[in-house]
């Protein structure tokens, strides 16, 4: 299993932190993992991504021209990684933040609205583990509980007590990833 990842979106919304919670969880799965983000001041309101590669075997290089899978969050990482994903690869997009939908036709698309459901649920610190459930779905690469220690690895103590909220949230994130036609 080797699965190559793109995550990108605006800064604030969770994407480093995903990518490095999904690194984090593999590592501790023994799997070989890479976790590059990639930001500058996107980091406050711009746009940052992360490329995760989760592997069962040894990974050559973190320098990828092309992804399995594409977690996109806004309309500019759209434009700029849509055309980069695998032919038969998916693409993961939270509807919220996309206003045109990706065109391509030998991919599979795959939206989510779980910025409307992180509101709903009154848990929008938790939308980005709305977004990997979706994810975890479709490519589980590591377990939950894998990823509920690693949130309690990365997570500050004091955020500990939000451990079962964040679980809900990636339970529910499996509950609402769609494919688009």
Not at 49 to 56: E, L, M, P
Not at 141 to 169: F, G
Request: negative net charge; aromatic residues 8%; glycine residues 8%.
């Amino acid at each position: 299993m080797k699965q190559e990842i793109i995550i990108s979106g605006f800064g604030g919304q969770g994407v480093l932190s995903m990518g490095k919670i999904l690194a984090y969880a593999g590592l501790m799965e023994g799997k070989e993992v890479t976790w590059m983000p990639a930001y500058g001041p996107e980091q406050r309101g711009g746009t940052a991504n992360v490329t995760v590669i989760v592997s069962d075997d040894p990974i050559s290089s973190p320098v990828l021209s092309a992804y399995d899978t594409a977690i996109l969050l806004n309309q500019p990482s759209l434009e700029k990684f849509e055309p980069k994903v695998k032919p038969g690869g998916d693409l993961i997009f939270d509807r919220y933040g996309i206003f045109q939908k990706p065109t391509r036709e030998d991919i599979h698309s795959w939206q989510t609205n779980a910025m409307e459901t992180a509101a709903d649920m009154a848990m929008m610190k938790c939308f980005n583990m709305f977004i990997l459930g979706g994810f975890l779905k479709l490519h589980p690469i590591v377990s939950i509980e894998s990823v509920i220690k690693a949130l309690r690895k990365t997570l500050p103590e004091r955020h500990h007590h939000l451990l079962p909220v964040n679980e809900q949230a990636i339970v529910k994130g499996m509950e609402i990833i769609e494919p688009i036609n």
